[in-house]
């Protein structure tokens, strides 16, 4: 009887199993249908990993370790057109200025959409770019600036010696903050 118990039991998830694996396999074949088989097997531009349309959104790396959170909306051979995240405002970019990866990532959509605001070879862009990154920077260094002027109020109102701690390591972590934030915009 233990026996024939055994063999139910074991059954019951060899077939569980069975059914589990079956039906993820039915949900990836129906997906692909959904999606034409067309659009699977044929790479578009350079990328041949898969099909990438616009707009997408994705995160580019400078060369230089900054990052950027962008809505792609086209790109020609060497040039990239985005969307900023932050405010929608269109941008133009030189694709050899970023990282290999994030050069990766923008070559596999196709060579599309890409409407050049600008007559010059972008030059203004890209600089209208690192404008846009130290105003950004001043801006960060102002909000630190605030931020120090609270915690000296906190401290000097505190009488914890605990509380005095917490603060007096916040403001150094802050004044390390801006110190290299301003070399950042000295470079």
Known sequence: MLMHMRNLFLSLIF??????????????FSASDANGAEETLSPVGEGSDAILSYPADLTLEHK????????????????????RAGDGRMFEFPIADLTKRSQGDVRGFPVSGYTSTRASSGTESVSSVQALHEQNLKKRIAQIDAECVQLEQGYRASHSTVERRTLMRKYEDLQRERQGLQEDLAN
């Open 64 to 83: 230089d370790g900054r990052r950027i959170d962008v809505t792609l909306v086209g790109r020609s051979s060497d040039t990239i057109q985005f969307q």
């Open 15 to 28: 077939f569980g199993a069975a059914i589990y694996v079956g039906s993820i396999l039915f949900d990836r």
